[in-house]
């Protein structure tokens, strides 16, 4: 079992930045992607970046694109999410996810992704 553990939200104003981290609690596990998505109050899980782990080749969702920058830290364990220019629009509840298959491409759907963290929230003030 995998746990994904993430920290770094809160309450930013608009054009502000903030990094969210987040730590897988074991090394031995397939590992195609990992993952960012939010979902905002009323709406549904949305895709915002990914990070393909065999090749650091990385994929943002066009409303982030540009402004959030996804990266690994391999000896720590750890996938970041560098979010800078950030806007009202935003705000949500930030999930670090893991699709644990590797014979696959990197997939943007959430229904791909096999583990998730508990969730942080970010609120960006206008």
């Known amino acids: 079992q995998v746990q994904l553990v993430e920290s770094g939200g809160g309450l930013v104003q608009a054009g502000g930045s903030l990094r969210l981290s987040c730590a897988a609690s074991?090394?031995?596990?397939?590992?195609?992607?990992m993952a960012w998505f939010r979902q905002a109050p009323g709406k549904e899980r949305e895709f915002a970046a990914a990070i393909k782990w065999s090749s650091g080749t990385t994929y943002y969702g066009d409303p982030v694109k540009g402004r959030f920058t996804i990266s690994r830290d391999n000896a720590k364990n750890t996938v970041y999410l560098q979010m800078d220019s950030l806007k009202s629009e935003d705000t949500a509840v930030y999930y670090c996810?893991?699709?644990?298959?590797?014979?696959?491409?990197?997939?943007?759907?959430?229904?791909?992704?096999?583990?998730w963290g508990q969730g942080t929230q970010v609120t960006v003030s206008s």
């Open positions: 074991t090394r031995t596990f397939g590992r195609n992607a």
């Open positions: 996810a893991v699709d644990s298959r590797i014979d696959r491409p990197v997939m943007v759907r959430a229904d791909y992704y096999t583990y």
